[in-house]
């Protein structure tokens, strides 16, 4: 356990943290599942919005994970901050309307956001138009990188399976943008329909 906690303290937080900023976690991913598997082969991992920072480590495990083990990981996890807090994946996302995201110097309310979601069943296809007030205020970087955690936050890492889903800005209020927490049961809904 304390190999694999400094291993991610050492610096591939930080690669992870750049990662997630630059929409490509899936390029990463694999060194921290491989790394988590040492302490134990039943250890599985997750990435959230944090309750209180950025950005959540969350740690599951399979059901051939003996009782405790995960605890054990959590109670060696280093001391949150701003940017990085460490809990277990059967932990509730919270309310996305709830969640604050940092975008450079700006706070972004999820509140204030709202998605228009189109559904072209023949092809496939999910689109999700993002807009947030605030959001053209912020480098485009940052845009994505809010647009993109907000999605995660709505769709708990589990967007429908079937559809291919596709995310853009908008500079205006979709005419049938919904806030997250209607966006959550519609795509819930949706997911159910498949």
Request: glycine share 6%; net charge negative; with cysteine.
């Amino acid at each position: 356990m304390d190999a694999f906690w400094s291993w991610w303290s050492g610096r591939f937080r930080e690669v992870l943290g750049a990662a997630i900023d630059e929409n490509r976690v899936e390029q990463v991913a694999d060194p921290l599942a491989a790394r988590l598997r040492k302490v134990h082969p039943g250890l599985l991992f997750d990435l959230r919005p944090g309750a209180t920072a950025r950005i959540a480590l969350v740690i599951g495990a399979n059901e051939n994970c003996p009782d405790g083990v995960v605890e054990q990981v959590l109670a060696a996890a280093p001391e949150a901050d701003d940017r990085w807090e460490y809990g277990p994946a059967d932990a509730p996302i919270p309310d996305p309307r709830e969640l604050a995201l940092k975008a450079g110097d700006r706070t972004i309310d999820l509140a204030r956001m709202r998605v228009g979601m189109q559904v072209d069943e023949r092809a496939r296809v999910l689109e999700l138009a993002v807009y947030h007030p605030e959001l053209g205020e912020v480098a485009a970087e940052h845009q994505e990188s809010v647009a993109t955690t907000a999605m995660n936050a709505v769709a708990g890492h589990a967007p429908p399976l079937q559809h291919r889903t596709k995310l853009r800005l908008t500079c205006a209020p979709p005419e049938d943008g919904v806030d997250l927490a209607e966006l959550r049961e519609r795509l819930a809904a949706l997911e159910g329909t498949l």
